[in-house]
């Protein structure tokens, strides 16, 4: 009798019950883990898991959010259709009707205003493909030289450091299987074991292996629990540090001779400055002893093998570039670079940060990181896409500064894809007024953003489940994200986005793809001999291999495991050492007597850049369902703030409402906000807008602030 009613069970389970599974990559940092989402039918409720999938970077791991990723794609305020906003409000429309209207606006401002007056806000977030076509799109389809996208305000410092130093960028000049090999590590500005979590075995590893790791950051991170040895800097100070590191390496004769002369460029010059310089007055500047400088100096050049990884710490201020810089000069005069288990890591931190920088969203650059302003990569361009090298439009202006140009009426209209600049720019509100200036202003999203409700069209996209095409992580390899479930109502993707308004606009002909491999292929042709160079991987090496790193620039070849083993990229084939001084050309925004603290910002691991997704994910937003202000305890009495209150804070550009929360962790001079609230809780509302000189990244790391109870006692207790 037991058999036959568990067969009988078996059987109605299995009438009840189905299972899809779908192969896909998680949408949100760098590692670009690959995973499945498996979906089960049980009556009338769907379950839904996520499990991580064997690939070369992650090995199967996930964490939080990419078990939770699924969350926000199925959240019910997903945006599937067309809205144009009437009488202001959103209503449902045709695509017919919306790319019409969009046709229309967009004509009438080139009559009215120019071709330069139309502008292009792109995105790390989306693949290759859709950065490549977004590229294509501003400079064929709309010949505007105003485009820039959102990794501006992440990667750009390491970026152009990494290009200046050594002729290219590539986020990682080894594969992350050396990590565990280094002897030492320098993890400068970087909490990954939040920001990328994934990627932290690979230091746990290397410390089984008795490898030394120094962390240099302002907070005792979770990161920086694992270090033998942390540099609990004052924020904004990073180059100075990194010129008492190199002082005590040269005056203790610890750089190595040959490789620098054999292959750099600059030695005597830094010799000879950081030689004028005081410890004692870089220990004062720092908040580090000497004691503790010289011996992450000297442990990192004694070693025989070493690497230094850096992040959004170092790299969003407005001497970012140059603190990168002044960092790379120390693992050049100790010859840790071009070697196994020697190297440089720039932790990419959006999910294509790697890729989306490489094909043509970025002002300054052609596909496969080509100069718009190289006329012979302007040749090579414009031949690939059938039309003249003098039709290109020239160099444009960073996010930012275009966001100023929106202000003072020289740009008049905006199409925005999956970027939330409302949220994420630094001064945000005059962001929010800036586009109230717009004549017309259009959104691809997933979701009415912070930034997209307040545009006059908004589209639907497709979410990391349903839009297959090529990242790029970063260590530089590049992935393809398979993608096989069906668009929600009639969402679209991105790159079918692009292409359906170019044919709107007359310019269909240069967009005549079938799929997203169609576009890819295409970018393998622009990107031949390109510093970028994709020309030999292909869709089906990618489903075969599990990822290629570039420069892959045939299709025999495997991938460049290690960058600069025998030359650098510059013509000289030299690395370039350049003198850092201890304060930076731009001032910065440092404490006063009225704003006394130094405000930095970062990341929490339940959420991911401005939380438009993160936040609509149930599980997620119950580990972090609001901001809050790091303080040291000592700090908290000075001002009053209580532990677990609502504390205002300021800067000379606005203020925001957080609530406190007590750390040791800290220092004192110091509090931390991070990043993924808006409205009376975004703390980019109190960023200036001074833009590092060298990349026109903003100084996200320090803002001088001052701070106090935000309502009294009473109802800080009832909160």
Request: charged fraction near 25%; glycine fraction near 8%.
């Amino acid at each position: 009798m037991t058999e036959r009613l568990l067969k009988y069970f078996r059987t109605k389970q299995k009438e009840v019950q189905s299972e899809k599974t779908y192969d896909t990559q998680c949408p949100f940092c760098s590692m670009q883990c690959k995973m499945q989402l498996i979906e089960q039918t049980i009556v009338t409720r769907k379950k839904y898991t996520a499990v991580g999938k064997d690939n070369p970077t992650t090995k199967g791991r996930l964490c939080m959010k990419g078990m939770n990723a699924h969350q926000h794609a199925f959240h019910s305020e997903r945006i599937t259709h067309p809205l144009i906003k009437k009488n202001g409000e959103f209503v449902r429309v045709s695509w017919e009707e919306a790319l019409q209207y969009i046709k229309e606006q967009v004509t009438a401002i080139q009559h009215e205003d120019g071709r330069d007056a139309l502008s292009v806000y792109g995105s790390a977030s989306i693949t290759n493909e859709e950065a490549y076509l977004l590229g294509k799109f501003a400079r064929v389809a709309l010949k505007t030289k105003h485009i820039d996208y959102n990794g501006r305000l992440c990667m750009s410092a390491a970026a152009t450091a990494a290009n200046q130093t050594f002729g290219m960028d590539r986020g990682l000049t080894n594969a992350l299987s050396e990590i565990p090999h280094a002897r030492v590590i320098i993890l400068a500005g970087t909490n990954i074991a939040e920001c990328q979590p994934t990627i932290m075995p690979y230091f746990e590893e290397a410390k089984q292996n008795r490898a030394y790791i120094i962390v240099i950051d302002p907070r005792e991170t979770a990161t920086a629990k694992i270090a033998d040895l942390h540099l609990k800097i004052k924020p904004g100070t990073d180059a100075a540090l990194a010129n008492g590191m190199l002082k005590i390496i040269i005056e203790e004769q610890l750089t190595d001779g040959a490789f620098i002369r054999d292959r750099a460029e600059g030695f005597e010059e830094v010799k000879r400055h950081v030689a004028s310089l005081s410890l004692e007055d870089i220990s004062a500047k720092t908040g580090i002893q000497i004691e503790q400088i010289k011996k992450a100096a000297v442990k990192f050049a004694r070693e025989e093998t070493g690497m230094l990884f850096t992040a959004r710490g170092v790299e969003q201020q407005t001497d970012g570039t140059a603190a990168v810089r002044n960092l790379l000069n120390i693992l050049i005069s100790t010859g840790k670079i071009g070697k196994y288990a020697c190297g440089y890591g720039a932790v990419t931190g959006q999910g294509n940060g790697q890729g989306a920088r490489e094909h043509g969203q970025k002002a300054d650059q052609l596909p496969g990181y080509r100069s718009i302003e190289n006329e012979a990569d302007r040749a090579y361009i414009a031949d690939v896409w059938g039309i003249k090298a003098e039709d290109l439009p020239g160099k444009g202006v960073s996010a930012y500064e275009m966001m100023k140009k929106v202000h003072e009426g020289e740009i008049t209209g905006m199409f925005l894809m999956c970027s939330n600049p409302v949220v994420s720019s630094p001064t945000a509100g005059f962001v929010k007024s800036a586009l109230g200036k717009l004549k017309f202003f259009a959104a691809v999203d997933l979701f009415l953003s912070e930034t997209a409700i307040l545009a006059d069209v908004v589209l639907p996209a497709s979410s990391y489940l349903e839009d297959e095409g090529t990242m790029t992580n970063l260590e530089g390899r590049v992935t393809l994200r398979e993608a096989s479930k069906p668009c929600p109502g009639e969402a679209r993707h991105d790159w079918q986005i692009i292409c359906d308004i170019a044919k709107a606009l007359g310019k269909g002909r240069y967009f005549s793809y079938r799929s997203a491999e169609d576009v890819f292929n295409e970018l393998r042709k622009a990107s031949r001999g390109g510093i970028a160079d994709y020309s030999g991987i292909t869709y089906e090496r990618l489903r075969k291999e599990g990822g290629i790193l570039w420069p892959c620039p045939e299709e025999g070849h495997p991938g460049t495991q290690r960058l600069f083993e025998s030359s650098f990229s510059h013509p000289d084939k030299k690395a370039r050492m350049c003198v850092v001084p201890n304060e930076p050309k731009v001032k910065k925004d440092v404490p006063t007597e009225e704003y006394p603290l130094i405000l930095t910002t970062g990341r929490v691991m339940s959420h991911y850049l401005t939380g438009v997704q993160t936040r609509r994910s149930a599980a997620l937003k119950a580990r972090h369902f609001e901001s809050f202000m790091e303080i040291h305890p000592k700090t908290a009495e000075k001002y009053n703030i209580g532990d677990r209150v609502l504390v205002r804070v300021e800067s000379k550009r606005g203020s925001i409402i957080v609530r406190s929360k007590w750390s040791e962790a800290i220092r004192p001079d110091t509090v931390f906000v991070p990043i993924h609230w808006a409205d009376s809780q975004n703390v980019n509302d109190l960023i200036a807008e001074t833009l590092d000189p060298s990349c026109s990244m903003p100084g996200f790391k320090v803002c001088s602030v001052k701070i106090r109870p935000s309502v009294d006692n009473f109802v800080n207790k009832l909160s």
